[in-house]
């Protein structure tokens, strides 16, 4: 018998067939993956099966019986749960008390707390999922916070696990975890559904695959009888290569970059405490680091946003502290911030005026304080040709483009003027493979141009394959770094959790 099966399923949004006729039916104790590229239907599928969206036409069968779900609390009664890619946890509560949330213990008026956290422990050993029931979740590491969301899940007796790209926030060695906790589950007659883009952890940990694309089914196929390559070309109809082009030596001679014993707090915690690091022009070099480590708060602070910093942070000879953001762009800086939509776009914009923005004020762009719109669309049409950007026109909507094509956007715009140095924050996060190849082949093409890249991805493999030079942040400090030469997983691993073991390179 089957534990779930999508049958026909058709979900339709205006015009938009985001799911077109698919069937796949998924065998008890098993783990079976759902790949696709972006925009293929793989989360608008998933939500069908949770009870989230109801289905345009097709049926959704559980255990042999045709099911309607009206919301995910139907999903949960009939043995369905789900853990999102961005978890659904209360920091400030303990870890029993968001796993009872909703079903606590007690009495409507009492909440019995004791037998929370001893139901809570009981259930970490019937699963050997081991975590601090009295633990806050703002103290605990992201793997443990994920193993609360599968917790909350079993909580609720569920039998179907769908996990939404797991692994985008673990450390490599959290990912070992996870996969054997997953495994786990599957011997004691659990079926776990994964939602990723990562080809190779798909062929680890799986035992089947269906694969999506513009909202059709591909086909399904044995873990055992695919390879990576066969894959890709099932989700985007071609070879990809991963890693970025070929590299060429480079001088590596000017610093473009130096962050200082750089130190940041807020509301008396340290966020930053001493980073230091440099890029000189002809290298990428990365920082890694489990999500949540003091990254994104050294990005605010290197892109010009905060400015309530101690130490130094040097581009291209200039301290940038007094600078606003318009002045350390015509400074010879490139931005790639971390959310394209929320800081790299108006998504009510065009397409053309998103591909001037902060470069509308200049010539040949602005003329005695007008929009010189001939500029402006010759320039649009030009990079929209260069970048490949797969838009119905430079009047639409930035948010009518995927993802990809509105990074394409942003890359076109903050490298127009080939910039001496540029900040790539989490540049492939989202994209399908397509897209991220493309990324990575013009980071480093720019790197070969003598541009000076600093790249902050969750994405170890990303930072491996493209960089010269690898820091490791850990609790807002520099763990360690590594030369390519001498870059070793296990080392760079370690670090990321602040284990001992991990090395300067």
């Given at each position: ?82 853990v999102h890619q961005h978890f659904m946890l209360i920091n400030n509560l303990t870890v029993a008390e968001n796993i009872v949330l909703g079903q606590e213990t007690g009495t409507p008026l ?5 037998q929370a956290i001893k139901n809570v422990e009981e259930l970490c050993e019937q699963y050997n999922l081991m975590v601090d029931p009295t633990a806050k979740i703002e103290d605990i590491t ?364």
């Open positions: 018998m089957y534990a779930i099966e999508s049958i026909g399923i058709c979900k339709y949004f205006g015009n938009l067939k985001a799911n077109d006729d698919i069937t796949i039916q998924i065998e008890s104790g098993t783990v079976h993956a759902i790949c696709g590229e972006n925009g293929a239907g793989k989360s608008t599928l998933m939500n069908v099966l949770y009870g989230l969206y109801r289905p345009t036409a097709g049926s959704v069968r559980i255990k042999g019986k045709d099911v309607i779900l009206n919301s995910p609390k139907d999903a949960i009664n009939l043995g369905v749960g789900m009492y909440f019995d707390r004791k992201v793997g443990m916070q994920q193993r609360v969301e599968i917790l909350k899940a079993l909580y609720r007796g569920v039998d179907i696990l769908i996990l939404d790209e797991p692994t985008a926030v673990l450390a490599p060695s959290e990912i070992t975890e996870l996969f054997e906790n997953i495994k786990m589950l599957v011997s004691t007659g659990k079926t776990v559904i994964i939602i990723t883009h990562k080809l190779d952890e798909v062929l680890e940990i799986s035992d089947k695959i269906s694969v999506l694309r513009l909202g059709k089914l591909i086909g399904t196929v044995d873990t055992k009888s695919v390879t990576e390559s066969e894959l890709t070309k099932m989700m985007i109809g071609r070879e990809v290569l991963l890693g970025g082009s070929e590299r060429l030596d480079t001088k590596k001679e000017t610093e473009v970059f130096l962050a200082k014993d750089v130190k940041l707090s807020r509301d008396g915690r340290k966020l930053l405490n001493g980073v230091n690091i440099t890029v000189k022009s002809g290298e990428i070099v990365g920082i890694a680091g489990v999500d949540g480590n003091g990254q994104s708060e050294f990005i605010e602070v290197i892109s010009g946003s905060e400015k309530k910093y101690d130490g130094e942070v040097i581009i291209n000879n200039k301290n940038i502290k007094s600078m606003s953001i318009r002045e350390m762009k015509e400074n010879s800086m490139g931005f790639i911030p971390e959310d394209r939509q929320q800081e790299g776009l108006v998504l009510d914009f065009p397409v053309n005026y998103n591909l001037v923005l902060g470069k509308h004020y200049l010539p040949p762009f602005a003329k005695s304080h007008f929009l010189n719109f001939e500029e402006i669309n010759k320039f649009s049409e030009k990079n929209v040709k260069d970048f490949d950007i797969r838009v119905p026109s430079i009047d639409a909507p930035a948010s009518t483009l995927s993802g990809g094509n509105q990074q394409k956007v942003i890359l076109a715009r903050e490298t127009a003027d080939d910039p001496k140095f540029v900040i790539a924050a989490q540049p492939t996060r989202g994209l399908d493979v397509g897209a991220i190849e493309y990324v990575h082949n013009f980071l480093v093409e720019s790197r070969n141009n003598n541009q000076g890249i600093l790249l902050i991805s969750f994405e170890l493999d990303e930072l491996l394959s493209l960089c010269d030079r690898i820091y490791v942040m850990h609790k807002g400090e520099i763990a360690g770094h590594q030369n390519k030469e001498d870059f070793d997983l296990d080392t760079i691993g370690k670090m990321m959790l602040g284990l001992k073991g991990g090395l300067d390179g």
